[in-house]
């Protein structure tokens, strides 16, 4: 590595401790497992949406209030790998 390529590593990794810095924000427990129901939910949606959920825009933004209708579409109509995925986000 020449001076050049060592300034630029050394630039970025002193940037990037102070962006990741600047962005942690404390979470409870809680509020940390909804975060991850939620993405879950919104992967299984995009997953199963024309299996499971047809009737329901394609492009429709997941929220922990949509998390029963997510979970009563997968067990009825994902068979045994929605049946799965919906368990997942009863946890």
Same mark, same amino acid.
């Given at each position: 590595?020449?001076? *050049?390529? $060592?300034?630029?590593?050394?630039?970025?990794?002193?940037?990037?401790?102070?962006?990741?810095?600047? +962005?942690?924000?404390? $979470? +409870?427990?809680?509020?940390?497992?909804?975060?991850?129901?939620? *993405? !879950? /939910?919104?992967?299984?949606? *995009?997953?199963?949406? /024309?299996?499971?959920?047809?009737?329901? *825009?394609?492009?429709?933004?997941?929220?922990?209030?949509?998390?029963? !209708?997510?979970?009563?579409?997968?067990?009825?109509?994902?068979?045994?790998?929605?049946? $799965?995925?919906?368990?997942? $986000?009863?946890?």
């Amino acid at each position: 590595m020449d001076s *050049r390529d $060592l300034y630029i590593k050394e630039y970025l990794a002193r940037i990037g401790r102070k962006g990741g810095a600047a +962005s942690r924000r404390p $979470l +409870s427990s809680e509020e940390a497992r909804n975060m991850v129901r939620i *993405r !879950e /939910a919104r992967r299984a949606f *995009r997953d199963f949406h /024309a299996q499971c959920f047809w009737y329901l *825009r394609p492009d429709m933004k997941v929220t922990l209030e949509d998390l029963p !209708e997510i979970v009563r579409g997968l067990r009825q109509h994902g068979g045994r790998q929605g049946f $799965l995925r919906a368990a997942k $986000l009863c946890r």
